[in-house]
């Protein structure tokens, strides 16, 4: 890793979203498809699973935009830290490492909507959420499509098919096939 990485995951810590059913259970459609099939699906599913998040950022580093990801998970962190003082670190942390003007992953966000260092003394859980939804969109409407197209994703799809194929894959199956089946 280089110090950067090093860095980010101290800082921010790889992150787990889960969907749930209205009864708490996960989400019964998310269920079906793995891997590579669910990823597809849509971005918020590659987002879910820490091997998408993974091979979309190996993507995006190749494509000069890996701090879009890094800003995005840092934001989701970010709403689930408790009480002020921690808040504010984090706050700062985000504004320095992704916002300032000598970021060393500077987002790119509309001039506008940048937030200026004043705001981080009265932090709030959803204060990046401006910010986050316009990287998510760009990440959405631009990486997102052309990830699909990458050698990246494309060669993982291939891998995980060949392992659904492999003779030990087939081999497990048809038993258990046999123990439910009886």
Known sequence: LSWSEAFLLSVFP?????????EGHPSSSHQALK????????????????EG???FREFLKKEFSEENVLFWLACEE????????????????????FLSSKASFQVN???QSRLSETILETPHPLMFQKLQ???????????????????????HKKSEEQEENSPEAQTAAK???RIYNT
């Open 78 to 97: 970010f709403k689930k830290t408790q009480g002020k003082k921690q808040m504010q670190e984090k706050a700062k942390e985000i504004y320095m490492t």
């Open 53 to 55: 998040v993974k091979r």
């Open 133 to 155: 939804d316009q990287i998510f969109n760009l990440m959405k409407y631009d990486s997102y499509s052309r990830f699909l197209k990458s050698d990246i994703f494309l060669n």
């Open 175 to 177: 038993r258990a096939s």
């Open 35 to 50: 891997g590579t099939s669910k990823w597809a699906t849509s971005l918020e599913n590659l987002l879910e699973d820490p």
């Open 14 to 22: 790889p992150i787990r979203l889960e969907i749930n059913d209205s």
């Open 109 to 111: 966000v509309e001039g």
